[in-house]
């Protein structure tokens, strides 16, 4: 019982440690091919609306998993 503790408490260290560096890679802006620098959330952004144009603002919320005041200001954002 004890080792089945210790292992599933490693199970769960290692996935918080996990989660932190990923959570740590989306907050840094990147250049992706160009000379702007956007954070990963604005080119899945960008990419969503490439894959489905015309897609409207709670289309995009949904799929982007975001409320429609976050989607806003990431287009908004994108247009400038």
């Not at 989660?19 to 959330?41: H, S």
């Not at 806003?72 to 400038?80: D, E, G, I, P």
Request: hydrophobic share 40%.
């Amino acid at each position: 019982q004890k080792d089945k503790f210790a292992e599933l408490s490693d199970m769960v260290d290692n996935l918080f440690f996990q989660a932190r560096r990923v959570n740590f890679m989306e907050n840094k802006p990147r250049y992706y091919g160009g000379d702007i620098l956007l954070y990963p959330n604005e080119i899945y952004t960008l990419k969503a609306i490439a894959q489905q144009e015309g897609i409207n603002q709670t289309a995009l919320s949904e799929k982007m998993f975001r409320t429609k005041g976050a989607t806003s200001a990431v287009v908004r954002k994108l247009k400038q």
